[in-house]
T-cell receptor
């Protein structure tokens, strides 16, 4: 089984709809991250969480919110989706302050019509 | 601010040949880490190699090696004996250590195609 899972893997939605992307991990890591990937722009950090009670905005948090329901779960919400939020979304984890690697989920491809 | 620049959006290489992907970064930090991640068509992000800034010796992982030039803030990836499975998008990443955790910054990627 994959250590970092994301659901759904693909989603098509309409402008104005609320949508939630979920991330679960079995690695026991305390740090979790949400990125979006757009062609030619690489990965941009949306939000990150260093433990259950800690939530931090990244570079491009406008239009997004997150919830860290448990150490193993970190959800990303689009309250009112818009077409320019069409992108590939990745969840990632890392452990403690001594970890030098991020472990990525398989990605969620979101299309907003 | 930390920035990571990959100036080669696309590259190609013949199978079994060697190719070098470029990456430069800008930071005022002295203690940091650098990474190369591979993203094949499956979309999965896979760590290829990492380099600690305090180490002068260049990191090597099998056919993958880096040329780390700290003064020039350059971190290139060399792939030797290229294989068809190396076809992927490659991302250079910079990580700085904070008191509470680590922050990562990614380049825009280089799409590598290995030609049979």
């Amino acid at each position: 089984d994959a250590d970092v899972t994301q659901t759904p893997r693909n989603r098509i939605t309409k402008t104005g709809k609320r949508i939630m992307l979920e991330c679960s991990q079995t690695k026991g890591h305390d740090r979790m991250y949400w990125y979006r990937q757009d062609p030619g722009l690489g990965l941009q950090l949306i939000y990150y969480s260093f433990d259950v009670k800690d939530i931090n905005k990244g570079e491009i948090s406008d239009g997004y919110s997150v919830s860290r329901q448990a150490q193993a779960k970190f959800s990303l919400s689009l309250e009112s989706a818009i077409p320019n939020q069409t992108a590939l979304y990745f969840c990632a984890t890392s452990v403690g302050s001594s970890s030098y690697e991020q472990f990525f989920g398989p990605g969620t491809r979101l299309t907003v019509l | 601010a930390q920035t990571v620049t990959q100036s080669q959006p696309e590259m190609s290489v013949q199978e079994a040949e060697t190719v070098t992907l470029s990456c430069t970064y800008d930071t005022s930090e002295n203690n940091y880490y650098l990474f190369w991640y591979k993203q094949p068509p499956s979309r999965q992000m896979i760590l290829v190699i990492r380099q600690e800034a305090y180490k002068q010796q260049n990191a090597t992982e099998n056919r993958f090696s880096v040329n780390f030039q700290k003064a020039a803030k350059s971190f290139s990836l060399k792939i030797s004996d290229s294989q068809l499975g190396d076809t992927a998008m490659y991302f250079c990443a910079f990580m700085r250590r904070l008191d509470t955790g680590n922050q990562f910054y990614f380049g825009t990627g280089t799409s590598l195609t290995v030609i049979p």
